[in-house]
């Protein structure tokens, strides 16, 4: 955690090769989970992944990139359905691969790229160059996120008894996912006192944070269980080994996919 606080206030290129790796070995774990997809359209996917943020990095606005990751995504979908069905076809499904090839790419890339949009939205917004307002954005949405995780680990796993969603994630449970919503709030409300007030006088309305606690709480249930849908039908319990005891990227960062970029949204809007 340190480590990562550190790259989110160096932010520019640290956080954006940081991001890319991040977003690149995630797109390898996606594919590993949805089979079927041709080599040649995976290092598609993959090289598409680790691209958008590092050129997020030279359009840190979401209204700079949208251009050229739209044309990217565009690009990518076009090879994709042509080098399945000039390689492949009519085994390949070309629509089908082309769809998953280009979903791999928005949900780790597109996702991870809001890390740089969210960091820069203080100066963009308020016209603030500090850098420790763009990490106190930024760290955000991670932190609530993290802390309903383990509100929700905690009370699920002491006193949880009715399954959530037993077909798609056997272990979670209504009283694990209440807590992480109880866990979330709690998080928003003392980090916007203490960060966004204490920090960087300026706070958000107490409404206003419980609102969006409870959304980042929500979005990443979310994230959570719709990974937990792509290792069930892989028939894996991680999406990778890469972390010892902790699984792949996708497992560490499953609710990140939907919170960051859910929390800029909510921001932008309200200021």
């Not at 203490?194 to 959304?215: A, D, K, N, P, R």
Request: glycine fraction near 14%; include cysteine; aromatic fraction near 14%.
């Amino acid at each position: 955690m340190p480590l990562l606080v550190a790259i989110i206030y160096e932010g520019g290129w640290f956080l954006g090769v940081f991001l890319a790796l991040a977003a690149a070995l995630g797109a390898s774990e996606y594919f590993v989970l949805r089979k079927g997809v041709g080599k040649g359209l995976v290092w598609i996917g993959i090289t598409l992944s680790g691209a958008l943020p590092l050129i997020a990095v030279l359009y840190p606005t979401y209204q700079e990139f949208a251009k050229i990751g739209f044309g990217l995504l565009v690009l990518g979908s076009v090879i994709s359905l042509v080098m399945v069905m000039w390689l492949r076809w009519p085994q390949g499904h070309p629509i089908e691969s082309a769809a998953v090839t280009i979903m791999g790419v928005v949900y780790t890339g597109g996702t991870l790229s809001f890390w740089i949009f969210l960091r820069a939205l203080p100066e963009e917004i308020l016209g603030t160059v500090n850098p420790l307002a763009g990490t106190v954005f930024l760290a955000f949405p991670i932190w609530v996120t993290w802390i309903g995780d383990c509100f929700a680990y905690v009370l699920g796993s002491a006193w949880g008894k009715r399954k959530l969603i037993v077909l798609v994630s056997p272990n979670k449970t209504v009283l694990g996912a209440l807590g992480g919503l109880l866990g979330s709030v709690l998080g928003g409300l003392s980090y916007n006192y203490y960060l966004f007030g204490g920090m960087m006088e300026f706070s958000f309305s107490s409404q206003m944070i419980f609102v969006t606690s409870v959304l980042i709480a929500l979005a990443g249930q979310l994230g959570d269980l719709a990974e937990s849908v792509m290792k069930r039908q892989a028939g894996v319990k991680d999406s990778s080994k890469l972390i010892p005891g902790h699984g792949g990227v996708l497992d560490r960062m499953d609710g990140l996919f939907f919170t960051v970029p859910m929390t800029y949204f909510i921001i932008l809007v309200y200021l």
